[in-house]
């Protein structure tokens, strides 16, 4: 892993199934503001065909997975440990930084 890779990313907390895990998130690139699980991933090249189904997918889905993903934020124990653990601290000068 090369120096500018961490550059390019921030760490954050995520989930994987029910588990807290580090991931990053993309500062620049095609995936800025992306979350992924390496900051090599965030310089990878597209898959333009899976991009295009994706797109397909949210196009006529686009409510139910609105409403899956506030009711998961919502009632999801393991999402309201995210929501704390990637909250900047109160602490003068600490926290998360971008």
Same mark, same amino acid.
Do not use: D
């Given at each position: 892993?090369l120096v ?9 907390? &995520?989930?994987? !199934? ?11 690139? /095609? *995936?800025? !503001? ?18 295009? !189904?994706?797109?397909? %997918? ?6 139910? /997975?609105?409403? %899956?993903?506030?009711?998961? *934020? ?14 900047? &601290? ?9």
């Amino acid at each position: 892993m090369l120096v500018r890779e961490f550059l390019e990313a921030s760490q954050v907390w &995520s989930r994987t !199934g029910g588990k807290q895990v580090r991931k990053y998130r993309c500062v620049s690139g /095609i *995936r800025k !503001g992306r979350v992924m699980s390496s900051p090599a991933a965030c310089n990878k090249p597209l898959n333009v065909s899976k991009s295009v !189904g994706l797109k397909r %997918t949210k196009a006529a889905k686009a409510g139910n /997975i609105k409403m %899956t993903g506030i009711r998961t *934020r919502k009632n999801n124990p393991a999402s309201k440990r995210l929501k704390k653990l990637n909250a900047p &601290s109160r602490r003068k000068g600490k926290g998360r930084r971008l």
